[in-house]
Nanobody, 114 residues
Framework: QVQLVESGGGLVQPGGSLRLSCAAS????????MAWYRHAPGKQRELVAS???????NYVDSVKGRFTISRDNAKKTVYLQMNSLKPEDTAVYYC????????WGQGTQVTVSS
């Protein structure tokens, strides 16, 4: 069973940056597409960025040009570099496979506020 541990969130001012990390257990990490999701209060969970097993990426329009997803298969870790953060990016951020098939981790809180 894959376990996911997210980290790197925090409180940041608008325009600031954060880098999220997600460490995964399991021996088959490298064959799966991975994604970052976020869940803001009063909203449904949203997929914001995805990366295939060979590194092709895709983003929701609201984060294009600001967020970058990457992965290190040797470390079984996926990253989300978030720049030019906006208050509307405030949410709990989670990682999972591209289909969300694994148990969800605890997530990491990102709060963008002045």
């Amino acid at each position: 069973q894959v376990q996911l541990v997210e980290s790197g969130g925090g409180l940041v001012q608008p325009g600031g940056s954060l880098r999220l990390s997600c460490a995964a257990s399991g021996s088959l990490f490298s064959i799966y597409g991975m994604a970052w999701y976020r869940h803001a209060p009063g909203k449904q969970r949203e997929l914001v960025a995805s990366i295939t097993n060979i590194g092709n990426t895709n983003y929701v329009d609201s984060v294009k040009g600001r967020f970058t997803i990457s992965r290190d298969n040797a470390k079984k870790t996926v990253y989300l570099q978030m720049n030019s953060l906006k208050p509307e990016d405030t949410a709990v951020y989670y990682c999972n496979s591209g289909s969300g098939q694994w148990p969800w981790g605890q997530g990491t809180q990102v709060t963008v506020s002045s």
